[in-house]
């Protein structure tokens, strides 16, 4: 099948119902680029390194992803003229995942992304991938930081709550649907990646979690 057509199929079925309020920045003139954000991911070597903070378990988990199945609504990413957001959870965060799932602390990225994709399934991989992507939209910083209590829905279905605790100074965490764990907080140094383009990236401090794990 097309890659660009099945991005687009599946990129339709998304945005439809996909009820995003936030406060505009003030005087933020309209992206135009389209850099995708899988290049982004990619920008840095598409293989594990010994950085923990960057983002090669995310990069090798969408590949893992779309190597499964092809036709899956992640490859969105690939597609730089869809205007989406995207919350972007570094190697650490995927390592304190992993160990939230098997109760293992694992030394190496290629073996968190093991232990996550063996604990959980392809298909859990697939809806927590989703479950960081806002699609429709493209929600700078600024955008974020100035919509307290906005409830972003997610490409997986469920939403993700916005809550700022200083406009000022970039501090802001994302409410997710697993209510016995910490949320993660925006990164303030990885704050609008991709800017310009309709696909930008927040990094986060955790992985968000679509249900009560």
């Known amino acids: 099948m097309n890659l660009r057509r099945t991005i687009t199929a599946a990129t339709a079925a998304l945005v439809v119902g996909a009820g995003i309020s936030l406060a505009p920045a003030a005087s933020a003139a309209a992206p135009s680029g389209t850099t995708s954000l899988a290049e982004v991911l990619a920008s840095d070597g598409d293989t594990f390194d010994r950085n923990w903070y960057d983002y090669d378990v995310l990069d090798q988990a969408v590949a893992a992803v779309l190597k ?3 036709d899956s609504p992640v490859a969105v990413l690939a597609d ?3 205007p989406l957001t995207a919350f972007l959870p570094n190697d650490r965060a995927f390592q304190l ?6 109760h293992r602390w694992y030394t190496s990225e290629a073996s968190v992304l093991t232990a996550i994709a063996r604990a959980a399934g392809i298909d859990a991989v697939e809806q927590v991938l989703l479950y960081h992507v806002v699609p429709g939209a493209t929600v700078d910083s600024a955008t974020a930081l100035a ?9 997986q279905g469920g939403d993700v709550t916005v809550r700022v605790l200083s406009t000022k100074y970039g501090i802001a965490f994302l409410q997710d649907k697993d209510r016995n764990d910490l949320d993660p907080w925006l990164v303030r140094s990885q704050l609008d ?3 310009g383009n309709v696909q930008i990236a927040h990094g986060i401090s955790l992985v968000l979690r679509p249900a009560n794990l």
């Open 97 to 102: 995942f992993a160990l939230d799932l098997t």
């Open 147 to 155: 919509s307290n209590g906005a409830r972003l829905t997610t490409a």
């Open 80 to 82: 730089g003229t869809v």
């Open 193 to 195: 990646l991709n800017k």
């Open 68 to 70: 499964a199945k092809p």
